[in-house]
């Protein structure tokens, strides 16, 4: 990790080399929820046993990731500017962290079949998911204040690969401790009606967030203090303020022109990586018949592309820029999501997906660093919160749509959708200028 600390002028303070290593390891502890929620184990449980087939518990999973993402589009930039106004940055972390590891746990005892089992499933799933990307708005807006523009690509790959290791791990504590692999015995002799094991590995998933991010939640400190003209005399107070500061960012952000381009690329090509993650468990299941475990085994097959592609391409972020590096990674995602759309045999899916994966965890790398150089000092938390709505604004539009078609024409079908926002998105970023953006960035700090 002592690279991680590096600075222009020579190592940094091992205290500041602490602080980056508690950052990444955050990531580590959240991307337990993503792998087995929202992608692989959760998702696909849900889909094959809250509806009658595969097809409509495949929209059903749809409608609740499109809610989740209209309203963490809606209050992500409201909540970065109150939390820049306070300087209460790490306090907002942990509230929106607690929510989604409460949430999470709580998924374990909803039964498949039990009265208003559908709605409360995906109600808690909203819940769980809104306060993960909110909580994400806090962890990234510190990696400006964490890094150099010599390293701010690397740290936020070491993380990215890091997050990608952590989901792997947990995965792999799921497969051999809750669910067993192929004849073999989990560890522990849960029950499994109503597949409860499979549930289970929501419990698991809130505990594995909580341990591994508490090192973030205790040891990160906020270096930007409140605003000068933040008002301290109560939270009616706070959120008219937050309303007030974005009202005059959104009226000068015309001057940040490429923050602007690089946003509308992100909201169309993000959607395409959000539906990757939602439905490519449900994907493998319903088209090429893994049951759970063979999703898992696959799920953490693509988490180790993942993690290698994000920790290599973090070096490449630092000497391309993350622009280039964002652009070369949805030209892999192109070519990869394509051939897993044609594969023919299960066998031409896993090597698609193996190498798409390569790809994934440098996409979201690099839009992280990217949006770390053009964010003006003391507006992070603000400017990240448009870099979430950016990300979830539109997300609708891709789960909605692969529901739809889906219903219509079958998974294959459905999950083609994503090979128009990776090329739209692609086309749209081509119009970033990332010298001009970071050097705008410095004049308004």
């Known amino acids: 990790m002592a690279a991680l600390g590096e600075s222009g002028s020579g190592s940094r303070p091992a205290a500041r080399r602490g602080a980056v290593a508690s950052w990444c390891l955050y990531d580590w502890a959240n991307s ?53 106004r306070s300087g209460l940055r790490r306090r907002f972390l942990v509230a929106a962290t607690l929510v989604s590891v409460g949430a999470t746990a709580w998924l374990t005892f909803i039964v498949p079949g039990s009265g208003n089992a559908v709605l409360a499933a995906l109600a808690l799933f909203v819940i769980a998911n809104v306060g993960f990307e909110v909580g ?111 009202g005059r960012t959104l009226t000068r952000i015309r001057d940040f022109q490429d923050i602007v381009r690089f946003l509308v690329a992100r909201l169309i090509y993000n959607d395409g990586l959000i539906t990757v993650f939602a ?41 391309v820029g993350g622009r280039a590096t964002v652009l070369w990674s949805l030209v892999g995602l192109f070519v990869c999501s394509l051939v897993a759309v044609a594969a023919p045999t299960k066998a031409w899916f896993w090597a698609a997906a193996l190498v798409l994966g390569l790809f994934m965890g440098p996409n979201q790398s690099a839009s992280r660093s990217l949006m770390g150089r053009f964010a003006p000092k003391r507006y992070e938390s603000e400017f990240f919160g448009f870099f979430a709505f950016s990300g979830k604004a539109t997300a609708f539009l891709g789960p909605m749509l692969l529901g739809l078609i889906t219903t219509g024409h079958g998974q294959r079908a459905g999950i083609a959708v994503v090979l128009v926002f990776f090329l739209v998105g692609g086309l749209l970023l081509l119009r970033v200028d990332e010298a001009r953006g970071i050097e705008r960035a410095a004049r308004s700090a």
């Open 136 to 246: 994400m708005v806090f962890y990234n807006s510190f990696l400006p204040q964490l890094s150099t523009p010599r390293t701010i690509g690397r740290i936020s790959g070491y993380a990215w690969g890091l997050g990608y290791a952590g989901g792997l791990a947990c995965l792999v504590v799921a497969l051999l401790g809750l669910i067993g692999l192929g004849e073999g015995a989990p560890w522990l002799p849960l029950s499994t009606e109503d597949g409860f094991n499979v549930r289970a590995s929501n419990l698991l998933v809130a505990g594995w967030f909580l341990l591994f991010s508490l090192p973030t939640l205790v040891l990160l400190r906020d270096e930007v203090a409140a605003r000068g003209d933040a008002p301290t005399d109560g939270i009616v107070a706070s959120v008219r303020g937050a309303f007030q500061d974005l």
């Open 279 to 319: 439905f490519g468990g449900v994907y493998a299941a319903g088209t090429f018949g893994m049951d759970t475990a063979e999703v898992i085994v696959f799920g953490i097959a693509l988490n180790v592309a993942a993690g290698l592609g994000a920790f290599l391409f973090g070096l490449m972020d630092d000497r």
């Open 32 to 84: 337990a929820f993503t792998t087995l929620v929202v992608t692989f184990v959760y998702a696909t449980y849900f889909s094959q046993t809250f509806a009658e087939d595969a097809d409509r518990g495949t929209a059903l999973w749809s409608r609740g990731i499109t809610i989740s993402s209209l309203i963490i589009a809606l209050i992500s930039p409201v909540l970065g500017a109150m939390a820049d």
